[in-house]
């Protein structure tokens, strides 16, 4: 990553960047609210949060009960971001500690890039099939994205960021003084 000075700002927003899309992965990446209305009985809410891992595994569990057939078209995605991120910890660590090699880092700089933009594409796509449903007034269900979702993609702005920096950065070698 790009560095300025001694200290590598860049890659630091990179490595930041990384940690973001692996906590992102534990938090809540789904929401289902059922709101029913009633005229006799009244009106009934609940609400239910899913982790990354949930929606990886296609697991909630509601009062208290596990149910293991929830599916999402894009429930992969949360996976990707976790194994993105832990790779892309790699590709920015190494860049960090030994900023004296332009074509390692430029390579790893690469490859963080391609990271942050699958990591990016997959949780747009997965927040993409949002949607929520009305039954005449009686009824209503919807599933919207959680706060690990946008994590996620933060973390992916800023990897990109630090990577996009990392590949055009023009190193200088002790011989270019």
Request: charge should be negative.
């Amino acid at each position: 990553m790009a560095s300025s000075g001694n200290v590598n700002w860049m890659g630091i927003i990179g490595l930041i960047g990384s940690v973001l899309m692996i906590a992102g992965v534990f938090l809540v990446w789904a929401e289902m609210t059922v709101s029913i209305s009633i005229p006799i009985i009244g009106d009934y809410s609940s609400s239910i949060t899913m982790s990354g891992m949930d929606v990886f595994n296609g697991t909630v569990t509601i009062e208290g009960q596990e149910f293991s057939d929830v599916e999402f078209d894009y429930a992969y995605a949360p996976i990707v971001c976790l194994v993105a991120g832990v790779l892309s910890l790699i590709t920015t660590i190494i860049p960090i500690v030994y900023n004296k090699i332009p074509t390692i880092n430029r390579i790893l700089g690469a490859v963080s890039l391609i990271l942050a933009i699958v990591a990016l594409v997959l949780a747009i796509m997965f927040n993409g099939q949002m949607d929520a449903v009305d039954f005449e007034g009686l009824a209503s269900a919807s599933v919207s994205a959680g706060t690990g979702v946008w994590v996620c993609v933060a973390g992916g702005v800023l990897l990109a960021i630090g990577a996009i920096v990392d590949i055009a950065k023009k190193y200088v070698t002790s011989g270019d003084n």
